[in-house]
């Protein structure tokens, strides 16, 4: 009789620490981006509806930290540069990593044309970039342009790829 007290203690001891919460790591690592890089739009290679569109591709230097913590991790990316062409596109992306990259949304300024002669249009920007295992990190950027579009347009998606490459600091001014 004893013995069969202490099996059901010893199976229900057991039985609590196979039960019992245990911290996993069920998610990738993020990848992080910290310090200065030269962000590459290639407009050369620009489309719209998923016609060729190209113009000239712009570098837009940039500022970037990555925060980690219980609710997962997120870059900050600070541009640079002013956008003489388009001064009231955002200064400050967000990204937040998801699966095996860093995905950022949200409403965008659009520029009808390269010099922002025409004005711009409501929009909604996404963006990814994935590590390439040295450093840089390459992806795609997309603009929906919704209502009445840019003239001679009309709304639809402008797609390009970007692309990230570590840079000096700039130097002081």
């Known amino acids: 009789m004893k013995s069969t007290a202490v099996s059901a203690a010893v199976f229900a001891a057991c039985s609590a620490l196979a039960s019992s919460p245990v911290a996993h790591a069920d998610r990738a690592e993020p990848v992080p981006i910290y310090g200065y890089y030269n962000a590459f739009l290639d407009h050369a290679h620009q489309t719209f509806n998923g016609m060729p569109t190209p113009s000239d591709s712009a570098a837009q230097p940039g500022l970037f930290t990555t925060h980690c913590d ?10 640079e540069t002013k956008l003489v062409e388009n001064p009231n596109a955002p200064a400050l992306y967000d990204y937040m990593w998801n699966n095996d990259r860093w995905e950022s949304s949200g409403d965008y300024p659009f520029h009808c044309d390269p010099t922002g002669a025409s004005g711009t249009v409501d929009s909604f920007r996404s963006d990814f970039l994935k590590p390439n295992g040295d450093g840089s990190f390459s992806g ?5 342009v919704t209502g009445v579009g840019c003239p001679g347009e009309g709304p639809g998606t ?12 700039p130097a002081p001014q």
């Open 70 to 79: 219980v609710n997962g991790c997120v870059v900050h990316w600070l541009r």
């Open 158 to 169: 402008h797609w390009l790829p970007i692309s990230l490459t570590p840079a000096d600091s």
């Open 140 to 144: 795609e950027r997309t603009f929906t």
